[in-house]
């Protein structure tokens, strides 16, 4: 009984994990997120990356996606998810402006 509580809740869990992940919007910090900006990502690229025409990030979640997957791991030491969507959320804000 007590164990197929435990596992249930777990199941819970990681469900609820799942469906914030899948959730679109981002909610950093955008004033924080332009300080990481500043230190850490203008070494490689300014926001041309951000405005280009072919730009790959097509939706918040991407704009994410791309820093965490491509860019964190050229960084000496690389941010944390909440840094990560701080500094997203600077970048949609201010350069891309997608609603989602
Ligand atoms: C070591 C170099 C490097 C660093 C540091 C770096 N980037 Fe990048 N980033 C790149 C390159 C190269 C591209 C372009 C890749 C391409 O052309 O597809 C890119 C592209 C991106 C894109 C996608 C642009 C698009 O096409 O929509 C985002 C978003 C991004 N960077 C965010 C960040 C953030 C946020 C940081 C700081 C935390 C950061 N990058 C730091 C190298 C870097």
Do not use: W
């Amino acid at each position: 009984m007590r164990k197929s509580f435990v596992l249930s809740a777990l199941a819970g869990a990681v469900l609820l994990g799942a469906g914030g992940l899948a959730q679109a919007k981002l909610a950093g910090d955008p004033v924080a997120g332009e300080k990481i900006y500043n230190q850490q990502c203008v070494s490689c690229h300014g926001a041309e990356v951000f405005t280009r025409p072919d730009r790959r990030a097509k939706s918040q979640q991407d704009i994410l996606i791309f820093a965490q997957q491509n860019c964190n791991r050229a960084l000496k030491q690389p941010l944390s998810m909440k840094d990560l969507e701080n500094v997203a959320t600077y970048i949609n804000n201010r350069y891309y402006k997608y609603a989602k």
